[in-house]
């Protein structure tokens, strides 16, 4: 079993830049994939990027391509997304997502998920 904890979520004006982490236990991180996604209020949840195993490749939607970056530190257990340059379409919970055993970048389904984070960008 997989537990993901995210934080690093708030409160931001446009422009303005956050970075979310996501904690994760319980088995070997390092050979999973990861992702981020985020659910506005009355939308579907979304994908927003996604990393593979050994973080060498990334991949991102095009609404954050250049925007966001995501990283992993495999020796923390840790993924980040940075968020620059925010805008208020942003405006989402972010969620922080594992699968097993793929080496690639990967877009779902996801195995294990986290409890989300608010982010809020103002205008």
């Known amino acids: 079993q997989v537990q993901l904890v995210e934080s690093g979520g708030g409160l931001v004006q446009a422009g303005g830049s956050l970075r979310l982490t996501c904690a994760a236990s319980?088995?070997?991180?390092?050979?999973?994939?990861m992702g981020w996604f985020r659910q506005a209020p009355g939308k579907e949840r979304e994908f927003v990027a996604a990393i593979n195993w050994s973080g060498s490749s990334t991949d991102y939607a095009d609404s954050v391509k250049g925007r966001f970056t995501i990283s992993r530190d495999g020796a923390k257990n840790t993924v980040y997304l940075q968020m620059n340059s925010m805008k208020p379409e942003d405006t989402a919970v972010y969620y922080c997502a594992a699968h097993p055993s793929i080496s690639r970048t990967w877009r779902g389904p996801y195995n294990y998920w986290g409890q989300g984070t608010q982010v809020t960008v103002s205008s």
């Open positions: 319980g088995r070997t991180f390092s050979s999973y994939a």
